[in-house]
């Protein structure tokens, strides 16, 4: 067999189908490593070798079937030929180590290289052999469907449902590492904004919140020329207008409707009664995501949030919500914050009852938050009891001195920078 053939034309040919199983090889590797997401914008963008990979993609075992049957039928044929050669060299050292020779040939060139290269650079790999292989599956669609159903039938005896596939959905989780991967590609505001989306599950309007205590708000009880004054000196949009106390809460004053009807000067309390919407509840403890939701849903800006008992723990706004995403609206500099502001002994006096995400998202600390939601929870919960003024602790890496209490409540408190730097707090955290 081939005795006409010359030796370098069979040379040849089994470079050729070297080049064949290379072919196979990595592939099979660069279409299994292609990033779907990555391979879906592309196929939606018109690119043929995409949408050609991502057909042959939705069937993984009868591609995986046609890649080994032609990696096999070309493997097979390299060493039968192989042996045709070592034959007509007439040496029986040849034929001896012929097979030994070949097995690292088919190794390193068909195999590890093609591989590796392919998972390197898996796209430039798998579109281009994409047009090769659609085609093939086509011409080898009743040869690969007997592999497939016989290889089936096998992995049923043992239990396995090849119908069975994990899924190709990202989680959450998974979502937000592939952002945080993909920090340093982003612009740090479009990074913040992505990350500010995914966190919004895991915070709840109790977290955000404005306490009960901290309302401003049109109190009816008062004589008409203070509440003239409280609108006039209002920086809000929006005032929760109430009778003695935020609980009996009678609903919102839009300020632009106020001017729209003629201003104060013909208002009276009943008048001023008459502008006010209904209030809007929500229970504490809904996730910021479903609140954004509910908020576009019911048309609302503010809600007043309640506990299991119907009392009113605080007010919580759609600016409130959306800074969570997009940080601060504010223009003015931190440290002219209302909570916060510049200590000439290298540090900031905080008011207590400033809310902890808040002063983490506007100072740039690290402040615990899966506790108390106000700076004065925390060292009331790290202390156990009331401090005294001059007191002194540690919130993590942050040194913190009491400067002020009054009636069993932290008014305010000194806060230091922290003792590790940001970065081996993100490598600790």
Same mark, same amino acid.
């Given at each position: 067999? $081939?005795?006409?053939?010359?030796?370098?034309?069979?040379?040849?040919?089994?470079?050729?189908?070297?080049?064949?199983?290379?072919?196979?090889? $990595?592939?099979?590797?660069?279409?299994?490593? /292609?990033?779907?997401?990555?391979?879906?914008?592309?196929?939606?963008?018109?690119? *043929?070798?995409?949408?050609?990979?991502?057909?042959?993609?939705?069937?993984?075992?009868?591609?995986?079937?046609?890649?080994?049957?032609?990696?096999?039928?070309?493997?097979?044929?390299?060493?039968?030929?192989?042996?045709?050669?070592?034959? *007509?060299?007439?040496?029986? !050292?040849?034929?001896?180590?012929?097979?030994?020779? +070949?097995?690292?040939?088919?190794?390193? +060139?068909?195999?590890?290289?093609?591989?590796?290269?392919?998972?390197?650079?898996?796209?430039?790999?798998?579109?281009?052999?994409?047009?090769?292989?659609?085609?093939?599956?086509?011409?080898?669609?009743?040869?690969?469907?007997?592999?497939?159903?016989?290889?089936?039938? /096998?992995?049923?005896?043992?239990?396995?449902?090849?119908?069975?596939?994990?899924?190709?959905?990202?989680?959450?989780?998974?979502?937000?590492?592939?952002?945080?991967?993909?920090?340093?590609?982003?612009?740090?505001?479009?990074?913040?904004?992505?990350? $500010?989306?995914?966190?919004?599950?895991?915070?709840?309007?109790?977290?955000?919140?404005?306490?009960?205590?901290?309302?401003?708000?049109?109190?009816?009880?008062?004589?008409?020329?203070?509440?003239?004054?409280?609108? *006039?000196?209002?920086?809000?949009? *929006?005032?929760?207008? +109430?009778? &003695?106390?935020? &609980?009996?809460?009678?609903?919102?004053?839009h300020v632009k409707r106020l001017v729209q009807s003629g201003g104060l000067?013909?208002?009276?309390?009943?008048?001023?009664?008459?502008?006010?919407?209904?209030?809007? +509840?929500?229970?504490?403890?809904?996730?910021?995501?479903?609140?954004?939701?509910?908020?576009?849903?019911?048309?609302?800006?503010?809600?007043?949030?309640?506990?299991?008992?119907?009392? !009113?723990?605080?007010?919580?706004?759609?600016?409130?919500? /959306?800074?969570?995403?997009?940080?601060?609206?504010?223009?003015?500099?931190?440290?002219?914050?209302?909570?916060?502001?510049?200590?000439?002994?290298?540090?900031?006096?905080?008011?207590?009852?400033?809310?902890?995400?808040?002063?983490?998202?506007?100072?740039?600390?690290?402040?615990?938050?899966? $506790?108390?939601?106000?700076?004065?929870?925390?060292?009331?919960?790290?202390?156990?009891? !009331?401090?005294?003024?001059?007191?002194? /602790?540690?919130?993590?890496?942050?040194?913190?001195?009491?400067?002020?209490?009054?009636?069993?409540?932290?008014?305010?408190?000194?806060?230091?920078?922290?003792?590790?730097?940001?970065?081996?707090?993100?490598?600790?955290?």
């Open positions: 067999m $081939g005795d006409g053939v010359p030796i370098g034309i069979l040379a040849g040919f089994l470079i050729f189908l070297l080049i064949c199983s290379a072919f196979f090889s $990595g592939s099979e590797t660069a279409l299994m490593t /292609l990033n779907r997401y990555r391979l879906r914008h592309k196929a939606k963008a018109g690119h *043929r070798g995409a949408q050609l990979a991502e057909k042959l993609l939705a069937q993984p075992d009868r591609l995986i079937g046609l890649i080994l049957l032609g990696n096999n039928l070309v493997n097979v044929a390299a060493a039968q030929l192989v042996t045709l050669i070592a034959l *007509r060299l007439g040496s029986p !050292i040849w034929v001896a180590v012929s097979g030994f020779i +070949f097995t690292l040939v088919i190794l390193i +060139f068909a195999e590890v290289t093609p591989k590796t290269l392919a998972a390197l650079h898996p796209e430039r790999v798998a579109l281009p052999a994409s047009y090769i292989f659609y085609p093939l599956s086509k011409l080898l669609a009743p040869l690969v469907w007997l592999i497939t159903v016989v290889a089936g039938g /096998l992995l049923k005896l043992f239990g396995v449902n090849v119908k069975d596939r994990d899924g190709q959905h990202l989680t959450v989780e998974e979502l937000h590492t592939l952002v945080s991967e993909a920090g340093t590609r982003l612009p740090r505001r479009r990074h913040r904004m992505l990350v $500010g989306i995914l966190e919004l599950q895991d915070i709840t309007v109790d977290d955000i919140l404005i306490p009960h205590n901290e309302v401003i708000g049109i109190d009816l009880s008062d004589d008409w020329e203070t509440i003239v004054q409280t609108i *006039r000196e209002s920086s809000y949009t *929006r005032l929760p207008v +109430f009778r &003695d106390n935020i &609980d009996d809460i009678i609903g919102i004053l000067v013909e208002l009276n309390k009943q008048r001023l009664t008459n502008l006010v919407e209904e209030p809007y +509840f929500v229970p504490e403890g809904t996730p910021l995501n479903k609140q954004l939701v509910q908020f576009q849903r019911a048309r609302q800006r503010t809600a007043f949030v309640v506990d299991e008992y119907g009392d !009113i723990q605080g007010l919580v706004t759609l600016e409130d919500l /959306l800074e969570e995403i997009v940080g601060e609206f504010t223009s003015e500099p931190a440290p002219s914050h209302a909570d916060v502001r510049k200590d000439d002994a290298a540090g900031y006096v905080v008011k207590a009852s400033a809310n902890i995400r808040a002063l983490n998202r506007m100072m740039q600390w690290h402040l615990p938050t899966d $506790g108390p939601k106000t700076l004065n929870g925390l060292i009331l919960e790290q202390l156990e009891t !009331i401090p005294e003024q001059g007191t002194g /602790l540690m919130l993590d890496d942050y040194p913190v001195e009491i400067l002020n209490t009054s009636e069993n409540v932290i008014k305010t408190v000194r806060i230091r920078a922290p003792l590790s730097t940001p970065a081996e707090h993100a490598a600790t955290g």
